[in-house]
Structure formats: structure tokens, C-alpha cells
């Protein structure tokens, strides 16, 4: 994906009940490539980390710890979500088709935006909304 921008200091976290499979879908639909994986002891994760360009998301399995108590999914919340991600790509067109293929929810068509860029919106197998696009605010 991208490779123009900085690093972030900026790192959404998300949370997955099927935290593996999340991971797998990720790479396959968005090109996310997990740069640590952290189990716990029955398989689910504890922390990862996926990055693509400069950017990077980290994520781990719902679970009843102090930082998981703070957090809803949006199957919990009617769908709804209070934050979502936002991606970096050089060629939105070809993220849509491969996000298309994994079954990415499309909740906003691919469409030329008129601050510039190009862009669409989309929910992952678990309701996590995506907004993956051309438009490079470091730029």
C-alpha cells in the first residue's frame, strides 16, 4: 500500500471476538500485514499489530480485562461505531475489488471525493467500519 507517509503517532486499537480470522481477513481484503502476534494460551490473541506503509492498527480478542470492559463491538451497539479507520492506499480501486472479493461490507460506493482523492467506505466481517482511499493528508 502506500509507502508515502510518516509513521503515525496516532494507533487505532480494535477489539474482535474472532481476533485470528480478523487478522487473516485484514491481509487478504485490505493487504494488512501483521507485524506482531501475541496469543494467549487458548488461541486468542492478546495484542497484534498490522501495518501497511507507515501506518499501523493494533488489535486483540474481546475479552473481560480492563481494557476490554471499555470497549463494545458493533453487533453490541445496534452497528453503530464511535471511531473507524481510516486507510492510506496508492490504488483505492484495486483495495475495493479485493475487499469486494474477501466480502467486505460496501457501505459507501468507490467514488472520486471532491476534497480530492478517491475513496469508499466498508464494514469488515465483524462491523468495524473502513474508509480506504488516495487522499493523503501528509502530502
Not at 475479552?63 to 496508492?90: A, N, W
Request: net charge negative; hydrophobic share 35%; aromatic share 8%.
Amino acid at each position: 500500500m502506500s509507502e508515502q507517509s510518516p509513521r503515525s503517532s496516532l494507533i487505532s486499537c480494535l477489539r474482535y471476538r474472532d481476533a485470528p480470522a480478523a487478522i487473516d481477513w485484514l491481509d487478504r481484503a485490505f493487504g494488512l500485514q501483521a507485524q506482531l502476534v501475541i496469543r494467549n494460551d487458548d488461541g486468542t490473541i492478546a495484542h497484534a499489530q498490522l501495518t501497511s506503509g507507515g501506518g499501523m492498527i493494533m488489535l486483540g480478542s474481546c475479552g473481560d480485562t480492563e481494557y476490554g470492559r471499555l470497549m463494545k463491538r458493533p453487533e453490541q451497539v445496534g452497528g453503530f461505531v464511535t471511531q473507524s479507520v481510516c486507510m492510506i492506499v496508492d490504488d483505492a480501486d484495486a483495495v475495493y475489488a479485493s475487499a469486494k472479493k474477501a466480502g467486505a461490507e460496501i457501505v459507501i460506493e468507490i467514488k472520486d471525493e471532491d476534497f480530492g482523492g478517491r475513496s469508499f467506505t466498508c464494514r469488515d466481517p465483524e462491523g468495524q467500519v473502513w474508509t480506504i482511499g488516495t487522499y493523503n493528508p501528509w502530502v
